[in-house]
């Protein structure tokens, strides 16, 4: 079986990669499980410009501002002025994308997973696993985007990720939260090397955290979480868990193989979210593909790699900076740090300026309002400067 494009993973990433590339070229998109976006793996808060107009249906909640909760108690609370960020359903926004991808003319192989991949130079033949039966694809470019766990990254040869956040969330019924407002809590007895939160999402609270290089599983976190006054009398509705890659490499790309989303490790260091940067880098891939297919191999595709890197790898590269100075700070620095955001200069300036698609690209203002922020990590965060 031959196709143009084979792209593994069906989540947003993989579908708007298909979406884009079918106009022109064949595609086919593999999906394991029997429906996209299932098992939920996502908090869903993401910024308007993740989410297409075509999905748009999927928003569940908009929301005006954060309150981030020192490990001391000090609650620092920002409020946007327009929106900034909205909460999604998560499965349904992942099927849209699908199936729109599918009525643009990709053929879907739901129930699939590609179990090899090895790029043979002038082609790609991908071993494709159905059910108990195995295939072979071959294409003449795959994008992987089959997540954190990609099988693609692997055969393509490139390292793991930086740092594997390790997440669990459970959706609350009767959780007594601020609609408008989500709550970040931070500290090393809370969500040791990342952060807890909690959501509002329509009748539902999406309450979880990640860990990295904790002692305790997250679960363990999780419980004394969910002891707080606003939890402790809420219902349980579901729960889910998953990895987040972050620390981007210096390529998305090996020969004939191109990663997208949690598979190129372009999850947000410093907020875990990968919607906007895999729907993005998707686009931007899709871009290098269809170029390198239509001159016949004169375009390289390695033109993704210059792409995604202008459009958003600095960002990624200063908020990974960033995240490890934050990883280090003891609960008190982060309790004096958060004061030092909650300056009235400093606050006004996030208020009005903050986008959680691009948090590092403020870093150079804050430091001009606020250069006690230095001390934290001097060599660090020069770097940024």
Not at 367 to 381: C, N, V, Y
Request: one cysteine or more; hydrophobic letters at 40%.
């Amino acid at each position: 079986m031959h196709c143009d494009v084979l792209v593994v993973g069906g989540g947003p990433a993989g579908s708007n990669a298909a979406r884009l590339l079918v106009k022109d070229h064949s595609v086919q998109i593999l999906e394991e499980h029997q429906a996209p976006g299932e098992p939920l793996h996502c908090a869903g808060l993401v910024t308007p410009r993740g989410v297409p107009w075509f999905a748009h249906s999927s928003v569940i909640n908009e929301v005006k501002g954060a309150r981030f909760h020192s490990p001391l108690g000090y609650v620092l609370e920002l409020e946007a002025r327009s929106l900034r960020a909205c909460v999604i359903d998560r499965p349904h926004f992942d099927r849209t994308m699908f199936h729109r991808a599918v009525d643009a003319g990709a053929i879907p192989r739901v129930g699939s997973s590609a179990r090899d991949v090895v790029d043979k130079g002038r082609n790609v033949v991908t071993s494709v696993r159905t059910g108990t039966l195995t295939s072979d694809v071959t294409s003449s470019v795959v994008i992987g985007a089959d997540g954190h766990r990609s099988i693609c990254r692997k055969k393509a040869g490139l390292p793991p990720a930086k740092h594997l956040l390790t997440g669990i969330q459970v959706d609350l019924k009767g959780a007594d939260v601020d609609p408008d407002f989500v709550e970040v809590y931070l500290g090393q007895n809370v969500a040791p090397g990342f952060f807890a939160w909690a959501i509002p999402a329509g009748d539902l609270t999406r309450v979880g955290l990640c860990t990295w290089a904790s002692e305790a599983p997250p679960a363990e976190y999780l419980k004394k979480l969910l002891r707080m006054n606003e939890f402790s009398s809420a219902k349980k509705v579901s729960a889910s868990s998953g990895r987040v890659p972050v620390g981007p490499g210096r390529t998305a790309v090996r020969g004939r193989i191109l990663l997208v989303g949690d598979a190129a490790c372009h999850a947000k260091p410093l907020s875990g979210g990968g919607v906007y940067t895999g729907i993005k880098g998707a686009e931007l891939c899709a871009q290098a593909v269809h170029s390198h297919l239509v001159s016949r191999g004169e375009a390289d595709l390695e033109a993704y790699d210059r792409l995604w890197k202008e459009e958003f790898g600095k960002e990624l590269a200063g908020a990974f900076r960033i995240r490890r100075v934050f990883v280090n700070l003891s609960d008190k620095k982060l309790d004096k740090a958060l004061r030092i955001f909650g300056e009235p200069d400093v606050r006004v300036l996030l208020e009005e300026k903050g986008d959680i698609d691009y948090p590092a690209s403020l870093s150079q203002s804050v430091l001009k309002l606020a250069p006690k922020l230095i001390d934290f990590s001097p060599q660090i965060i020069k770097s940024l400067l």
